[in-house]
């Protein structure tokens, strides 16, 4: 599979679901509060440190998110891009200045091997299980496990802005 076709693959899997979501949800989902923000960390298997950037729909039912991500990873003689399509199920913590959210969601993992023998690159699914706080301030940490072929396990802090 070459670079063009994977594109290709995921600008339709982040275009068909969100053109879904704009047309079947209610008017009133759009005025909700949203985030955008950056993130970095480490994880493991492979062992690298990845950054990247998010966006958050507000609740597109109650306390319930659509928080789709891209990673990009380097470390371990490869280069990993991770398009993750994440839900997030909000759990507000009464008189505390933080959130606690869990969730997860489907992944499309692009691994580059820089080889000494040339380098190759692959496509795989994944799957996350995510955990996490974010504070008022919009600072947040977030652990992440995966699945099938996404990294194992990512340990990330960020910021998120937000807006209506």
Not at 57 to 83: C, K, M, Q, W
């Amino acid at each position: 599979m070459t670079i063009d076709q994977i594109a290709r693959r995921v600008s339709l899997a982040v275009v068909i679901p969100v053109a879904l979501l704009c047309i079947f949800l209610p008017q009133g989902v759009f005025a909700q509060e949203k985030e955008a923000g950056v993130r970095f960390g480490v994880s493991a298997s492979p062992d690298q440190f990845y950054f990247g950037g998010h966006y958050d729909t507000g609740y597109l039912i109650e306390h319930f998110s659509f928080r789709p991500n891209l990673e990009v990873g380097f470390g371990d003689n490869r280069t990993t891009v991770a398009a993750n399509f994440e839900f997030a199920y909000w759990i507000p913590v009464s008189n505390k200045p933080y959130t606690l959210y869990v969730g997860g969601g489907p992944a499309l993992n692009i691994y580059r091997n820089n080889l000494s023998t040339g380098s190759t690159t692959d496509a795989k699914p994944g799957f996350n299980l995510l955990a996490g706080a974010v504070h008022k301030s919009g600072l947040f940490a977030e652990l992440k496990l995966g699945l099938i072929d996404s990294p194992a396990v990512r340990l990330g802090v960020g910021y998120s802005w937000r807006w209506r």
